[in-house]
């Protein structure tokens, strides 16, 4: 096990992100095809079957194959963990977000046992979603960490930059509001995964409109930070608010699209994916805004003659 970055390490934080987001999609495909009761127990696939048997068809094969894909999760986050476990003393970060990642994966297989339990209930299936879209967060937070590669900044960096810092910590407080707000909108919509499977009882038409109101504050407080960020010396956050902005941008036409076209699979699966994208590039703004304030109080504690250099402490 390595005590720095290496090529192994920055691959699997990739592919650490990459399987967590995947899953949400055969999750989403999951309850896109009805086949959220295709294993109707849990942990088993049927009370004497760990696996679907053929009687159950193609319902039971994707809900087991989506079943199956947590282990492959699993053993990511493991092998993240062990990559980055020597690097504590180089302060840079790594170890407490992959032992979030892998703590957090188990409690979500939890949530998702619980989920077919109580037969699809949207609450739950709500939460299930939420817990994926949190581990994709922090995830982007761990991959971006290996590949800055660097010591964290010390307490206190955002006050070099607290327009930028205020500014990104609304964009993502927002960015959260508004995913949350889309899984009431979700749970009140038709695509239940099952058709015994309750909806929450809220009215669908109205839940769009909700849904559309932090959206918009969400655009509104993004341009805030594009002019923040382009007005300012800010070379990590530029490039990641840009794209961000866009994946947003995005993500609001799809969703414009499938409300006014009965919400196709297709569309309501990207709207999925594609929101645990916008968590993740959220993320990697967030780190980088934040080693952009720390340096900026690094040049003014250089020009008022401090000569103190803000960087390690390595807390999560």
Known sequence: ??????????????????????????????????????????PLCTEDSLVPTREMGIHGIIEFGNRT???????????????VLNTRRSRMGLVGPSVWVGA?????????????????????????????????????????????????????????APALWGSAVAVGILT????????????????????????NGLDPVIMQHVHAWPGYALVVSLVV??????????????????????????????????????????SVATHMVLAVVVIAILSVTLVNARRDSAARLTREDGKNGAGTVHLPVASV
């Open 1 to 42: 096990m390595p005590d720095h970055v290496t090529a192994w390490t920055r691959v699997i934080a990739w592919i650490n992100l990459v399987v967590n987001i995947i899953i949400v999609g055969t999750g989403g495909l999951v309850r896109l095809t009805g086949s959220g009761l295709g294993c109707p127990t849990w």
């Open 69 to 83: 894909l947590t282990g492959v999760v699993v053993v990511a986050a493991l092998l993240t963990f062990l990559a």
């Open 104 to 160: 957090l994966i188990i409690v979500q297989a939890v949530v998702g046992g619980i989920t077919v339990l109580v037969d699809l209930d949207p609450r739950i299936v709500g939460v299930h979603f939420l817990f994926s879209a949190l581990i994709v967060a922090i995830a982007a937070l761990l991959l971006q960490r290996v590949r800055l590669a660097e010591p964290l900044p010390a307490r206190g960096p955002t006050k070099g």
């Open 176 to 199: 959260w509001i508004t995913e949350i707000v889309g899984v009431l909108t979700t749970g009140a919509g038709p695509h239940a995964g099952d058709t015994i499977a309750a909806r």
């Open 225 to 266: 930070f594009l002019v923040i960020v382009f007005r300012g010396d800010y070379p990590r956050t530029r490039p990641i608010s840009v794209s961000l902005t866009l994946a947003v941008l995005l993500q609001i036409g799809i969703g414009v699209f499938q409300a006014r076209t009965g919400l196709p699979i297709w």
